[in-house]
């Protein structure tokens, strides 16, 4: 029987799709509130938040944010739809993969905030180059993450996003931060007793499979399904 991953995504859909699937025998279905289908996500056997669109204030308890900063790059009802998705993934003990917006959204549902602006905040651009190149940039991992156990103490990985994690969720530790202290991975401090969970700011979709932090990242998730 093969492997089935969901996928929530909106923009990209199929360089997500590609990434997971590679020459496996793995079937894979977008999940979207445009298509309504939050209940097959119980069929499937991991989920991936994919990129996008910022993550609304107002699930973090600051909606003024969206005035203040300017932000017009959102949309509230794919933040409801992913919100309940996690609170599905958290009661069926489902594995997950968080990408660059999957990381942020599931850092606020789970107790977190973010950086609405990394620039206005005085952080550096992580913003992409032009529509068809993502910046690159060295990142510091932990000795105590799984990330360490395949990438050793530096990686090297792009960089797409103006938000990032502000105050990380209770219960998660980070994992890997950016030369200027972006905060670039996370994971739960307690793993043998959650689901499987691992949530990452940069794009492995969009890496060489070569580099530990792309085609390990994917293994190590296709390995817990």
């Not at 994919?50 to 949309?75: N, Q, R």
């Not at 998705?85 to 977190?112: H, S, T």
């Not at 502000?166 to 980070?174: D, M, S, T, W, Y």
Request: with cysteine; proline share 4%.
């Amino acid at each position: 029987m093969k492997i089935k991953i969901g996928i929530a995504s909106s923009r990209r859909h199929e360089r997500y799709e590609s990434f997971i699937k590679g020459k496996d025998p793995i079937n894979t279905v977008r999940l979207s509130y445009e298509l309504n289908n939050l209940e097959e996500a119980l069929s499937c056997d991991g989920i991936i938040l994919a990129g996008g669109e910022d993550v609304h204030p107002i699930f973090y308890g600051d909606p003024e944010l969206i005035e203040s900063y300017g932000l017009t790059d959102v949309d509230e009802k794919r933040d409801e739809f992913e919100w309940d998705l996690l609170k599905l993934i958290e009661e069926n003990g489902m594995p997950l993969f968080g990408i660059c917006r999957g990381l942020q959204l599931a850092n606020v549902y789970f107790g977190g905030n973010l950086i609405p602006d990394l620039v206005r905040s005085g952080k550096k651009d992580h913003t992409r180059i032009s529509e068809t190149e993502d910046r690159q940039h060295t990142i510091k991992i932990s000795k105590n993450s799984f990330l360490y156990e395949f990438a050793g103490e530096t990686g090297k990985v792009n960089s797409a996003h103006h938000q990032a994690i502000n105050k990380i969720a209770p219960g998660f530790r980070i994992s890997a931060v950016s030369e200027d202290g972006v905060i670039e991975a996370i994971e739960r401090e307690q793993e043998e007793d959650h689901p499987f969970i691992q949530l990452v700011q940069w794009h492995p979709e969009r890496m060489d499979l070569k580099n530990p932090l792309s085609g390990n990242l994917r293994t190590r998730f296709l390995d817990t399904l």
